[in-house]
């Protein structure tokens, strides 16, 4: 069975960092492009950033563009999204999807998502 | 950027009742690279159809998804209880990769 459990996500000042991680199970991790997908509180669903299955290609909104990085580490079926300089705009919940092909940009499995806020 | 616009907001309908969902792009989605993902309170979202019609895994053959070009619709052929939920649309055609506002499925 597929999991994707998200975690670190919390409570950080405008202008501060945190670091997420998403654990992988249930399927060969490093044959997989994954995603980070966020929702802010009642709104849609946006792209955040993407990254090929070797970590050779990525993708970034433009809205996180220079201010997130990810990552991954295959010997340990983890994802990684490295936020900085958040701001309030930045307060969402933050999913860890799969990709469901190299060549496809959708996600067929999802986590169920780590909550982070950026208040003062 | 191609725009994703769902229609209507809100649904309001009856367990039992058919429904249509539509999604029409600002632009042609290339290769009719458009998804429908289920989303309940709480919950991750669930994908339903991907490339405009192919079922996801485990999908019941209730949901069936059609379209090509700028509008494609989703469709239930009778509301089940547990399809009360909001649905979005993404268009994985072209960068950025965009989702629709999304419509909200509401118990009547």
């Known amino acids: 069975e597929v999991q994707l459990v998200e975690s670190g996500g919390g409570s950080v000042q405008p202008g501060g960092s945190l670091r997420l991680s998403c654990s992988a199970s249930g399927f060969t991790f490093s044959s997989f492009a994954m995603h980070w997908v966020r929702q802010a509180p009642g709104k849609g669903l946006e792209y955040v950033s993407a990254?090929?299955?070797?970590?050779?290609?990525?993708y970034y909104a433009d809205s996180v563009k220079g201010r997130f990085t990810i990552s991954r580490d295959n010997s340990k079926n983890t994802l990684y999204l490295q936020m900085s300089s958040l701001g309030a705009e930045d307060t969402a919940v933050y999913y860890c999807a799969r990709r469901y092909s190299s060549d496809w940009f959708f996600s067929d499995y999802w986590g169920q998502g780590t909550l982070v806020t950026v208040s003062s | 950027e191609i725009v994703l616009t769902q229609s209507p907001g809100t649904l309001s309908l009856s367990p039992g009742e058919r429904v249509t969902l539509s999604c029409r792009a600002s632009?042609?989605?290339?290769?009719?690279?458009l998804a429908w993902y289920q989303q309940k309170p709480g919950q991750a979202p669930r994908l339903l159809i991907y490339e405009a019609s192919s079922r996801a895994t485990g999908i019941p053959d209730r949901f069936s998804g059609s379209g090509s070009g700028t509008d494609f619709t989703l469709t239930i052929s009778k509301l089940e209880p547990e399809d009360f939920a909001v649905y979005y649309c993404q268009q994985y055609g072209s960068s950025p990769y965009t989702f629709g506002q999304g419509t909200k499925l509401e118990i009547k």
């Open positions: 990254l090929s299955y070797n970590g050779g290609s990525t």
């Open positions: 632009q042609s989605v290339s290769s009719s690279f």
